[in-house]
């Protein structure tokens, strides 16, 4: 049965750090007609009832509140499960994460920056994916929480994520209270698991966050000497001790002196890495630096072409788009404020004015294109030609998907009508790029 009052009901948090139930009057009396008796009967479901309210949230800030009162109680629900996973063995309860999430002060104009609108702003009901489904995703992976967590020496990633990004070359110096024997053995199952599970993820589901359990099959191939269950074992065990070493390393404890359980373990300093890692940090350094150099000079390239053509065919649009890309990105004015402000007819004139998912598109084209010949020329010093033509279509698709993610971040932003940030990296980008370009001159 469906609680209606979680309509109109929000859970905040006081200043003494206690959950308290804040009604609203107004959502209540707003939402009861509309949707009350549907939901009762069963006539409407409640992911309808989301998807009507997601809908009408833009442009009504009754129906964004009855949102957000829904997602608070689905938040602390979040919190209580994980305490439910968790909190026994890693000794935190419920109210020591609700400061970390519960950020909704109750307001009808809310904190653009709180958990709730956040998840409102990824959440796409066209996409498939239920606003519960979106909620328990964001309060998972939450920054602050997985900070708290990991003091508490909880590391939420999957075993198969740790060996996926293990290097052979590592387990010598992470484990070495493992006998050589061990060490080898180690080393061709992490081997064979690279082989068979990493390679079919890569060519499958390469965006897929969320690493699943091998199946049957692939365990079988990663070792045919030995039962699917006890392969699966073996890799879990590795992965655990894997797990162990990173807490210790990021909470500053070596796990060779004593261990953290009979409180004998000593703080160090962090191992120094490799020559392999060195240069692998040093690579993706340079590659984040350049994710960012390049799209500031391919996005100032394209806008600045738009801009020369109108002014070429003498149109007083040029002028006209540049403002309305500042006011759109710069101030997060509405389509409908920049159309009054620029003096045109509706928000539908700015709309086909500015072609924003258009413009989006042509940046990601040349964007990519521009990172993957910077990407090439960097690892030229780490790979041979051979190993650089043989990455070369891989290497496309992963930046085609970095790239999209950005432009994906970049248009949930933009659909929100109200209380928008510029907070994605494309619109702090086009800020910068408008900051360095002359606007064009006014129409006579």
Known sequence: MIYLPRYWQMKCLTASGEIRLQTFPQARDWFRPLFAEALTEAVMTEADCHRL???RAPEDDLAQLCLRCWLSHH???GCNQLVRQFGTTYN??????????????????PNPKSLALKILAKYNPDKGASLSTWASQLVKTHREL??????????????????????ISQLARVLPYLSPGEIEAASELLAAYHRVYRRGRMAT???TRRCPDPTDEQLQAINPNEPPSVVYNQLYDLADKLRQYRIAVRQGWDLNIGTLDDGTAQPVIAPT??????????????????????????????LKTYIDKQQQRRTPQGHAYYQAMRLFHCDCLSMGAIAKQLSLANQVQVTRLLHLRRFRTEIAIEWVAALKQQVKVDAAEYLSPDQLDEADQKLEQILIEETNAVMEEAQAEAQIAKNRTADSVFARCMCRVLDQLSPPPPPD
């Open 53 to 55: 309210l997601w809908q």
């Open 75 to 77: 938040i602390v629900d």
């Open 92 to 109: 935190f309860e419920a109210q020591e994460l609700w400061p970390f999430v519960l950020d909704d002060d109750g307001r009808l104009l």
């Open 205 to 207: 589901a390469p965006r």
């Open 273 to 302: 890495p490799d020559e392999a890692e060195t240069e692998q940090e040093d690579f993706l350094q340079r590659y984040r630096q350049q994710f960012l150099a390049t799209l500031d000079t391919t996005t100032q390239q394209v």
């Open 146 to 167: 997985n900070r708290f967590f990991l003091q508490q020496g909880l590391y939420r990633i999957s075993p198969w994520a740790i060996l996926n990004d293990t290097k």
